[in-house]
């Protein structure tokens, strides 16, 4: 196979070398359990510490207890769990509050667990976006109310890369007596994360959006709220989240971390060139085709690019018969012909919904890549509306 040209890092990434080697000592040399006497295992846990620290680095976050421990950081799986955890965790602590408020882009870690607490007699207020997917700060306010237990707004939207003005809304949601989480797996290591300079009470992240390996994560949980968890068992992570230990990937994120916070600022002149080398190549290589999002406020790595008139999912396939890997849509949403339900609610027209590709970039993508696409995807524009019917039908009426 020719060598491929990946650009679906919203989706996952590559683990980066540097975390991979971070990472080799725990498999077969410091295996032990971090919850054991015996300093064998004990001493992993020391690891542990200094991986949530590097993680608190990376989110702003600057309290450590009297033994330097970065308290508000709790390991998880996945951003998943991270996301069902905190809402969990905040109606345990608003017991009254029977209402939530969240938005109609979010991901499923946030849109599914809604849906069946609505089946246990919560009220899910999804907020609308406007036609650039932001909100409209008017709807935000009048939504949260006394009865609102949690808002759960995203950081930034893994198919159109807007970013939400979440230290605005938690502030919002405080003056109702409502906690705030936001889902920043897609902003964590792409823009800056200053959380103690917010009212943020909850945040989640994923390792494999960051060059970490896929299963783990991190809940942030804002130091004095009562956390309730969502798994009980074992005593691991001070008893907010058992479970022994995904040690390896615990210290994979933490390399990752410190990896891109260090690289932060670079990274984002860096990817947004490439990004901006992309959409301009593509506007004056093709018509009709429209970049979707918030164009000022936006990740600096993600691309969303409606090419109207034709299938999404014929454009990917033809462009990984040339070894570039993109993406129709969220990664859960791949495989079924409607489009996402980020870009329905955009109200993106059915022709352009339908047609539209998201290009995620990452810090191992160059510009021989951008231009490998701005070379093959013209032509595979031009292939497909020629058998378009809906094309056709636009040429005859001009
Ligand atoms: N939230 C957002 C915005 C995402 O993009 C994703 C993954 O695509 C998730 C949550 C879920 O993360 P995980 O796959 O680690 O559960």
Redesign the pocket.
């Known amino acids: 196979m020719e060598q491929v040209i990946y650009l679906d890092n919203?989706?996952t990434t590559r683990v980066a070398p540097e975390v991979f080697e971070a990472m080799r000592p725990f498999f077969c040399e410091r295996y032990g359990n971090p919850s054991s006497i015996h300093s064998f295992g004990g001493s992993v846990a020391a690891d542990v510490e200094k991986a949530r620290c590097q993680i608190a680095e990376l989110l702003g976050v600057g309290f450590r207890d009297r033994d330097g421990v970065a308290t508000e950081i709790i390991f998880t799986s996945?951003?998943?769990?991270g996301?069902n955890s905190a809402i969990n965790a905040a109606l345990n602590m608003r017991p009254d509050r029977k209402r939530i408020v969240t938005t109609a882009v979010e991901?499923p870690?946030v849109l599914s667990y809604c849906k069946y607490l609505e089946r246990q007699g919560y009220e899910i207020v999804q907020l609308p976006v406007q036609s650039n997917g932001s909100l409209d700060m008017d709807d935000v306010k009048v939504a949260i109310d006394e009865n609102t237990a949690v808002v759960s707004v995203?950081w930034a939207n893994?198919e159109t890369g807007t970013i939400f003005p979440v230290a605005e809304i938690a502030k919002l949601a405080h003056a109702q007596g409502a906690l705030f989480h936001t889902?920043a797996?897609?902003a964590a290591g792409k823009v800056p994360i200053e959380l103690d300079e917010t009212e943020i009470d909850f945040l989640s992240i994923?390792g494999?959006?960051l060059h970490a390996p896929k299963g783990v994560?991190v809940l942030y949980v804002r130091r004095g709220l009562r956390f309730r968890p969502l798994i009980w068992g074992g005593h691991q992570e001070r008893q907010r989240r058992a479970g022994t230990e995904n040690v390896t990937s615990i210290i994979g994120l933490g390399k990752a971390a410190e990896m891109a916070k260090e690289h932060l600022d670079r990274e984002i002149v860096e990817l947004s060139a490439l990004r901006d080398r992309l959409e301009k190549g593509l506007l004056e290589r093709i018509d009709c085709i429209r970049i979707n999002g918030d164009l000022e406020h936006r990740l600096p790595n993600t691309s969303s690019i409606s090419f109207e008139y034709i299938e999404g999912e014929s454009i990917l396939m033809l462009l990984n018969q040339f070894g570039i890997c993109a993406s129709s849509g969220?990664?859960?949403t791949t495989g079924s012909l409607e489009p996402s339900h980020v870009l329905r609610a955009m109200g993106l027209p059915y022709t352009a919904a339908h047609g539209t590709i998201r290009f995620s970039l990452s810090r191992y993508n160059t510009q021989a890549d951008i231009d490998r696409v701005l070379e093959v995807l013209p032509p595979i524009i031009e292939r497909l509306r020629e058998i378009s019917p809906f094309w056709q039908e636009r040429q005859k009426n001009g």
Do not use: L, P
């Open positions: 919203n989706a996945c951003g998943t769990e996301d991901h870690g995203m893994n889902d797996v897609q994923s494999h959006k994560g969220s990664a859960c």
